[in-house]
């Protein structure tokens, strides 16, 4: 019974990752492709989205707290998993993914902001190339 819960909560995990990197991938790679260029920033792409499904199914599963059903507590017994339980580690599993994806896509967010209002200030700074020009100066 513990398999098939480990089981269930982990492919259940991995389904909610899916969905939110797909309401996600079209922005990410926006911001990624203005912010590293066209060459390199599908790599970027990749990699942020390993690590938001890495950290949402590690929290998601949580193995620390599965481990009470397969081992007693010091003098209690192990928990029965009930059709309730299971409902309520289901529960868990769905609020935890998103908990941990919704940290990751908001540290992301909040590091892209950064550097998109570092990029602009650059880009504002810097004096208009068709301006100096030779060519336009002589007209």
């Not at 938001?52 to 590690?58: D, E, H, N, P």
Request: glycine content about 4%.
């Amino acid at each position: 019974m513990f398999i098939a819960l480990l089981a269930i909560v982990l492919v259940l995990s991995a389904i909610v990752c899916f969905a939110v990197t797909l309401v996600f991938r079209k922005q990410i790679d926006r911001i990624l492709q203005r912010l590293v260029g066209e060459d390199i920033y599908t790599a970027w792409s990749k990699y942020l989205l390993f690590a938001v499904y890495v950290v949402g199914i590690s929290g998601g599963v949580r193995v620390w707290e599965l481990d009470r059903y397969i081992t007693p507590v010091k003098d209690q017994q192990i928990i029965e998993l009930t059709s309730d339980r299971w409902f309520l580690e289901i529960f868990r599993t769905v609020i935890g993914t998103l908990q941990s994806v919704a940290w990751v896509l908001l540290l992301f967010f909040l590091v892209a902001l950064i550097a998109l209002m570092l990029v602009k200030g650059r880009e504002m700074k810097r004096p208009n190339r068709m301006e100096e020009s030779p060519e336009t100066r002589s007209c």
